[in-house]
């Protein structure tokens, strides 16, 4: 579950600042195929929402990855 929320956090941060630089410096195509979702004349807001909604998924990765090793370190403790 980490790391498929740690991918997907990748592709919507990259692909939202991609956005956004090609909207402000133009030519700039990578993570094209974000561009489909945004609805036509609000792509400037689209992307940073992508970029904020990558973000958000990448920090509950990082939260459910400690808190599972802290559940596991505490079943182990319990077995002894």
Not at 32 to 59: K, M, Q, S, T
Not at 67 to 75: D, F, P, Y
């Amino acid at each position: 579950m980490k790391s498929v929320l740690g991918f997907v956090s990748f592709v919507l941060t990259v692909g939202g600042l991609a956005g956004l630089l090609h909207d402000w410096v133009g030519g700039f195509r990578l993570f094209g195929f974000l561009r489909y979702l945004a609805p036509d004349g609000y792509e400037v807001y689209a992307n940073i929402v992508f970029v904020v909604l990558g973000i958000a998924l990448g920090l509950l990765g990082q939260s459910l990855g400690r808190r599972g090793a802290g559940v596991e370190g505490h079943r182990n403790e319990c077995r002894r």
